[in-house]
């Protein structure tokens, strides 16, 4: 079905690559093994191929993509062509036979998970009780942005524009330990200082039961050495407003976009939407939570949109969902350009 000369272009791609699109931190061609609960780095990359020395388990690009993914062989195969752009006459994956899952994957993933410092929803919600939404947020939310209010508000998202203050607050109420360990301050050269970046949104993700679950931060300055996106107090990966969930009916019609921002604009246009962080930040673990929903990806209009479908199209299969494409006009480059249209 996929010709020898694709599995062989497939076969030289360079593992490493692959695993940080899969999501794997790869530091000096080594990663932590996601098939077993791994203190020390044991998986190793060298150019097209990967091992790890406790699993005794390894291969190239398609069987990395397998094993992580638990896809099947023309699955993963079909994952890396549209990852890599890579020519693939259309296959029928009806009848491709499903490789038996992986026991224990879920506990594996868990303990993965685990291995990590905790999120620290304590001082996550400390820091949005605590803050406004202050000139800089409101000019770029609604000037710039032209959001609704309402949905501003109903989302609990604030800004962060004077570093003292908020430092001096969360000092007062937290321990310096606690606050340097979720990484809301630093110690450099024997100076505190905050870690969010100034001037900045905050952003809460709430869970189905309107539990905070994570704290995003969105730079709205000029410098841009300061990446745009930032997890605030040892957050994980999540899908933004899955509280939205409890309010619909299984078969309803939900929009996944691409971004935050792309996200608030939908809210703001009246549709009911959840969105992935970036094309790239894909939470697998909580994709199941979409099922029985009508879901509709509206992804920007670039091919990294395209490919975060196709990934997201292909992980969403193995929850019984079938993912609906959504396309903006060719003109935008995203949903908010879009929406900025209509709003004018
Ligand atoms: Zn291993």
């Known amino acids: 079905m ?13 593992c490493e690559d692959v695993a940080r699109r899969l999501g794997l931190e790869v530091n000096m061609h ?52 549209e990852q890599y752009h890579i020519y693939m006459p259309s296959t029928n994956l009806k009848n491709t036979k ?63 524009e004077d570093s003292t203050k908020m430092k001096e607050i969360l000092m007062n109420t937290f321990d310096e330990e606690r606050l340097i360990k979720c990484k809301v301050l630093k110690r450099d050269n024997n ?34 050495n300061i990446p745009r996106f930032k997890m605030l107090c040892n957050s994980r990966k999540q899908l933004y407003n899955m509280v939205l969930l409890a309010k619909l009916q299984e078969g309803n019609k939900l929009y996944i976009m691409e971004g935050i921002t792309d996200c608030l604009a939908m809210l703001s246009a009246g549709y009911p939407a959840v969105a992935i962080q970036s094309a790239t930040t894909i939470p697998e673990t909580e994709l199941d939570k979409l099922s029985g929903f009508d879901l509709v990806m509206v992804h920007d209009n ?28 060719a003109l935008f480059k995203d949903y908010s350009a879009y929406y900025l249209y209509l709003k004018k």
């Not at 996929?2 to 360079?14: A, D, R, Y």
């Not at 291995?115 to 409101?138: Q, T, W, Y």
């Not at 479908?309 to 299969?317: E, V």
């Open 302 to 329: 670039d091919k990294a949109g395209v490919s975060a479908f196709y990934h997201l199209h292909r992980s969403l299969l193995r929850y019984g969902c079938r993912l609906k494409c959504a396309t903006i006009p």
């Open 191 to 224: 100076k505190i200082q905050l870690t969010i970046n100034i001037p900045s949104l905050l952003i809460p993700y709430f869970d189905r039961t309107g539990k905070l679950v994570a704290l995003q931060s969105r730079y709205l300055g000029t410098n841009e």
């Open 98 to 160: 499903k490789r038996p899952k992986l026991r224990h994957r879920r506990t594996l993933v868990i303990d993965r998970e685990g291995s990590r410092p905790d999120f620290d929803g304590d001082v996550a919600s400390a820091i949005i009780n605590l803050a406004d939404l202050e000139a800089k947020g409101k000019e770029f939310l609604f000037t710039e942005r032209k959001l609704s209010a309402q949905v501003v508000e109903k989302m609990k998202i604030k800004s962060v």
């Open 2 to 14: 996929i010709s020898p000369e694709t599995i062989k272009k497939l076969h030289e791609l360079n």
């Open 30 to 81: 080594q990663a932590h093994c996601f098939m077993h609960q791994d203190k020390r780095p044991s998986l190793a990359f060298k150019n097209n191929l990967w091992k790890c020395f406790a699993c005794d388990k390894g291969g190239d690009a398609i069987s990395l993509v397998e094993e992580k993914c638990n896809l099947s062989f023309v699955e993963a195969c079909t994952w890396l062509c």
